[in-house]
């Protein structure tokens, strides 16, 4: 099983809603990730996490908050967007340290309006 | 810093064959990927390079490295319309040890006309 499965594919959301974006795997990747692709953009890394501990905050705002609940599990929290937040968020996972391959989920298109 | 370029667009005839060309500039990078991505979709990883290859094939695939002149590419032989995507090198971002961050980048959109 090679899959990072994400969930919702797609979400639209207003100003002042509050929600959250799933993500899991079942490899035993110790390392997950969050990457933001907006349209015809590369994926920019927001987050890192290692051992289900927070390594690397890629000066994301505050209205992104991660969590790693345990180590198949990774969410990001969503409050107070911004339109120019809309993208498609990719979850990423893999082993810890340097040069591993890294498996991306589907992404959540996500929609600020 | 690290910057990762590509062309931005390639267009050939199905069953020709297909070169992507990538440049990057962190020397330190040991490991360089490259991913396809087809329209409303996540990244699919193809194929990857260590630094001390300078040649990797791969069923239609071939990754081609020079590293003095930090310059990647990947060849499709015998390209087929299902390969229209857009194709990311990337590098992984000599960090903390933390994980395989990596830098993109900005895509080539392949258009495969039959």
């Known amino acids: 099983d090679t899959e990072v499965t994400q969930t919702p594919k797609h979400l639209v959301m207003g100003m002042t809603n509050k929600k959250s974006l799933k993500c899991e795997q079942h490899?035993?990747?110790?390392?997950m990730y969050w990457y933001k692709q907006k349209a015809k953009k590369p994926p920019e890394l927001m987050f890192v996490?290692?051992?289900?501990?927070?390594?690397i905050n890629e000066s994301v705002p505050s209205r992104f908050s991660p969590e790693c609940p345990n180590s198949s599990l990774l969410n990001l929290h969503l409050h107070a967007l911004q339109p120019e937040d809309s993208a498609l968020y990719l979850c990423?996972?893999?082993?810890?340290?340097?040069?591993?391959?890294?498996?991306f989920g589907q992404g959540t298109r996500l929609t600020v309006v | 810093g690290e910057d990762v370029e590509q062309s931005l667009f390639l267009s050939v005839r199905e069953g020709d064959s297909s070169v992507i060309n990538c440049t990057y500039t962190?020397?330190?990078?040991?490991?360089l990927y490259w991913y396809k991505q087809e329209p409303g979709a996540g990244l699919q990883l193809l194929t990857y390079?260590?630094?001390?290859?300078d040649m990797k094939q791969d069923q239609r695939l071939t990754v081609l490295l020079n590293k003095k002149d930090k310059h990647l590419s990947l060849r499709i032989a015998d390209t087929q319309t299902g390969d229209s995507a857009i194709y990311f090198c990337?590098?992984?971002?000599?960090?903390?040890?933390?994980?395989?961050?990596?830098?993109f980048g900005g895509g080539t959109r392949l258009m495969v006309k039959p």
């Open positions: 990423a996972s893999s082993t810890r340290g340097l040069n591993t391959e890294a498996f």
């Open positions: 490899m035993g990747h110790r390392a």
């Open positions: 996490y290692s051992y289900e501990k927070l390594s």
């Open positions: 962190d020397s330190s990078s040991t490991y």
């Open positions: 390079i260590f630094s001390n290859m």
């Open positions: 990337a590098e992984s971002i000599n960090g903390n040890n933390a994980g395989n961050m990596l830098t």
